[in-house]
Nanobody, 119 residues
């Protein structure tokens, strides 16, 4: 069983910074892509940033130049450094991991962490 646990959310003023972390627990994990999503009430979950096992990253246009995703394969962790935060970044942020179990990829989600940016 794989568990993802996020941390680092909170309340910050516009222009400030937060760093989110996500740790995957489980023995002998082989994790493909790790992703940060976010969601606000009554809207679809939005992809924020992805990082592959080789370190290739991709960002939503809305966060390019402000957010940085990084990953530690040895520790099975993924971080999201968020700078120059805007009120529209307010959301619940979720960590996602695609994990190989045998030859199959399985989806795992964290419980989410609230980020609130005040104007």
């Amino acid at each position: 069983q794989v568990h993802l646990v996020e941390s680092g959310g909170g309340l910050v003023q516009a222009g400030g910074s937060l760093r989110l972390s996500c740790a995957a627990s489980g023995s002998g994990l082989s994790i493909a892509t790790m992703v940060w999503y976010r969601q606000v009430p009554e809207k679809q979950r939005e992809l924020v940033a992805t990082v592959t096992s080789r370190g290739t990253t991709r960002y939503a246009d809305s966060v390019k130049g402000r957010f940085t995703v990084s990953r530690d394969n040895a520790k099975n962790t993924v971080d999201l450094q968020m700078n120059s935060l805007k009120p529209e970044d307010t959301a619940v942020y979720y960590c996602y991991a695609a994990v190989f179990i045998g030859l199959s990829l399985h989806d795992y989600w964290g419980q989410g962490t609230q980020v609130t940016v005040s104007s």
